[in-house]
């Protein structure tokens, strides 16, 4: 649920706090007084896109910032935590953003930097915003598939089924290429193959180069070595005139002095602690110099292995480091064209995948066929209070001749008015039908999933009177289990709010401000009074007002 929202130098608005509470929040105001601002800013906490013309004028940035309780929202909390971007306050979140006028742009979830797609991740989780032209949107074919999809819980079934498509036309437009071109493709295969049969050989790891030629510097200069190590030990400790007989020596004399004056105690322990470092430097080179041996043999067998290595890498135009990488190219691509067996393992590739894009289109069909009549008959009682009584809503599923990227069938909304046939809604509703087909739609898909936040933003236009005061208790029964936001040029459904805000705009010193406030008792009764009367508000309006606010409180 949202709590709050705060901006500052945002378009026309200064500075502004808003808290929120539960059920039915409407936002009524003058044209123009800016009511879509706060809709347009929480937009784009949620990940929508800016430009530096939000930036209030004659300012450097705009901020943004909401928080957001989670309990009701699981799903939220688990995306939270999956990121990395959880509070301490496992119930909590606050979405922040900044946009100055070199554009740019900076977003923040639980104070830590957070990107656009990140704020829309967790944003769709938690917010359902509708739009003033949600309703023509739903004439699209692909928005009525994903209504259907929603209602039937079948989107992870949808994208599966998008995805399989695509990896099956993915692999028959290859067979089919293979076909076209089977001579060359038979030999760039056979040519992969002898390749990697060649480097194979070798059995090369990835890190084995880097350790051959290691290996190679110490057995090379070997000799050097074990001379320059009997060298040091010969004067750190084996010969007669040694490092550690003189530290030893060293160390007695001060000793013996530290019992007259401690201050020569600090001494003492810096050339105890010397001693013990030499000593281990000592007993470190001593096990160097026992493993090290000359060794031609094995100088010879690491030359040769080397010597294989680098006539390959010469060949294939590599460098030897980078033939493991080179080998495990080539079997991806020769994978791609069939591996050993060429054209059947792709054919039977190209068959799998047909498969199994088949099975999960029959599975999508049947979510589907379930589904659509029980979603057309709640968006037809839906329909009935909204003067839509004698029309009722279809959805058609039309098998498709060809399996496509959305399954095996078309999906289309149709209404029908009275005894006559349904048609596309395209072709038979008007705006304000649509509209009103629309809300209801709105309102059954907002019980179904778990997001407890929805914004309307004026869905009512195009309708009033009786239906007006219907669409208000809708959205006002909607509130009683999920949080609504909506902003109405309506009395009727303003009256039904919760919660009642008012956006106002002003010409001030600093310029045009705009402003939002709660209203008290009296106050609503006035603004309602104004959303019903017009320029002139009259005694009679205010009890027309209050009359109908009393009557929504009392139902």
Known sequence: MLLSLRLKNFVIVDALELDFA??????????????????????????????T??????????????????????????????????????????LRRTIDIHGKNRAFINGSPATLAQLKGVGELLVDIHGQHAHQRLLRAEVQRQVLDGYAD???QAVAMTVAWRGWRRLADELDAAHRNAATFEAERERLQWQIDEVSTLSLSDDEWSTLQAEHKRLHHAASLIDGVQAALMALADGDDNCQAWLGSAQHHITELAAYDGALGEAQELLASTDAQLAE??????????????????????????????????????EPEKLPALLAEWHARLDTLGGRDG?????????????????????LSSKRAKAAPKLAEAVTREMRPLALADSRFEIALTKLDTLSAHGAESIEF?????????????????G????????ALQVIAATQGGISTFVFDEVDVGIGGRVAEIVGRLLADLGANRQVLCITHLPQVAACGHQHLQVSKANTAAGIVSAVKPLSSDERIEEIARMLGGVEITETTRRHAAELLDLVQSA
Not at 26 to 41: N, P, Q, R, Y
Not at 432 to 438: A, P
């Open 343 to 363: 054209l059947a393992r792709l054919e039977a590739d190209v068959l799998a995948a047909e498969t199994r894009a088949t099975k999960l289109a029959a599975e």
């Open 432 to 439: 304000g039908e649509l509209s009103r087909i629309s809300l």
């Open 281 to 318: 430097a000592v007993n470190t080179l001593r096990r160097y110099a026992d493993a090290l041996e000359l060794d031609p043999q094995r100088l010879a067998d690491v030359e040769a292995r080397m010597d294989a290595i680098w006539r390959l890498a010469r060949k294939y135009r590599s």
């Open 414 to 430: 149709l209404v029908g008015h009275g005894d006559a046939p349904a048609k596309p809604m395209a072709k038979i509703v008007s």
């Open 53 to 94: 013309g939000i930036v209030r004028h004659g300012c450097d940035r705009a901020e943004l910032a909401a928080e957001f309780e989670l309990g009701d929202v699981p799903a939220a909390s688990a995306w939270l935590i999956e990121s990395a971007l959880a509070d301490d306050d496992a119930n909590r979140l606050v």
């Open 154 to 156: 079948a989107e992870a």
């Open 22 to 51: 539960a059920g039915l929040t409407v936002l009524t105001g003058e044209t123009g007084a800016g009511k879509s601002i706060v809709l347009d800013a929480l937009g784009l906490l949620l990940g929508d896109r800016a430009d």
